[in-house]
């Protein structure tokens, strides 16, 4: 295996340029996969039968919470990064570790946001906006809770091999799901909740 | 610890709470709806760039251009879906 070390680690073989690409390719496919999310909800949005509408139901403080939490936890894995870059691997654990435990506080906030739903009649059953409601954020919660699973790992993998090429990649590779989840989250943010309580 | 915190992060996260403060506005404040939703239009890409090219490191290597590229085209297959959903089935075209 050949080692580049003009590039970070994380680039440093073909194998690892090779796997940030693909994720890439990945990344681009859900794109479309929440585009489609967005299509339904876009449709459906208006067909609230006898349920209640985008703005009966909607809280401001806890998709604010939500916001502001997943925007810090964005930041703190790209320090997290950087400071892999600098083979600061203390520092980059660290900032590892508040990222998920930030991504914890958005899933626990959005899981009280559910409950809210629940408890004011909106479950997935009662109209076809609620339905496509709650595809959309749930879907970007499992990836959430994916990625809090997925990062643990990391984290595990990284206190015990150290950061070689291999770990570096991995990590990398996470921090791109993760800032991905943010910019998924951005358009969750504007246009369903901004728009609906508009 | 200066050397943790980069100044290009440090200023697209600023950048982030600033633009996620102005597409707030939509609700605090009365306006159009065609001013809110142009707001929000821009607000959310200039957000999601940034995530993209400060925080994501794309472009940075050689292979930045099929980066770019295969983004480009989710987005653009993602724009065409969602319009013309919306085309045919909110605004009646």
């Known amino acids: 295996m050949k080692i580049d070390h003009s590039q970070p680690l994380e680039y440093s073989t073909h194998q690892n340029q090779l796997n940030i690409l693909g994720f890439w390719i990945f990344l681009g496919a859900e794109i479309m996969l929440f585009g489609t999310l967005f299509m339904g909800y876009f449709t459906l949005e208006g067909r609230t039968g006898a349920g209640p509408t985008p703005a009966q139901i909607f809280e401001i403080t806890p998709v604010l919470i939500e916001t502001f939490v997943l925007l810090t936890s964005s930041f703190t894995i790209g320090l997290g990064i950087h400071a892999m870059r600098l083979g600061r691997k203390n520092a980059m654990l660290s900032f590892f570790a508040i990222t998920l435990l930030l991504g914890l506080v958005f899933l626990g906030v959005e899981i009280y946001e559910f409950m809210h739903y629940y408890h004011v009649g909106a479950t997935y059953q009662t109209s076809a906006f609620t339905a496509a409601l709650l595809t959309t954020l749930g879907t970007h919660g499992a990836h959430v809770t994916l990625g809090l699973f997925w990062g643990l790992f990391i984290i595990l993998q990284v206190k015990k091999r150290g950061l070689t090429p291999q770990t570096a990649n991995k990590s990398f590779i996470f921090s791109l799901y993760w800032h991905f989840l943010d910019v998924v989250w951005i358009f969750i943010f504007s246009f369903i909740y901004l728009k609906g309580m508009m | ?93």
């Open chain 2, 1 to 93: 610890m200066k050397e943790l915190f980069p100044a290009k992060q440090v200023m697209g996260f600023v950048a982030s709470l600033v633009l996620t403060l102005i597409a707030l506005l939509v609700v605090f404040t009365d306006m159009s709806y065609t001013a809110g939703m142009t707001i929000l239009l821009v607000t959310a890409f200039i957000q999601a760039t940034l995530q993209l090219v400060v925080f994501m490191h794309a472009g940075e290597t050689e292979d930045g251009w099929a980066i770019y590229s295969n983004i480009l085209f989710g987005i653009v297959i993602v724009v065409l879906s969602v319009l013309g959903t919306l085309l045919i089935l909110l605004w009646d075209m």
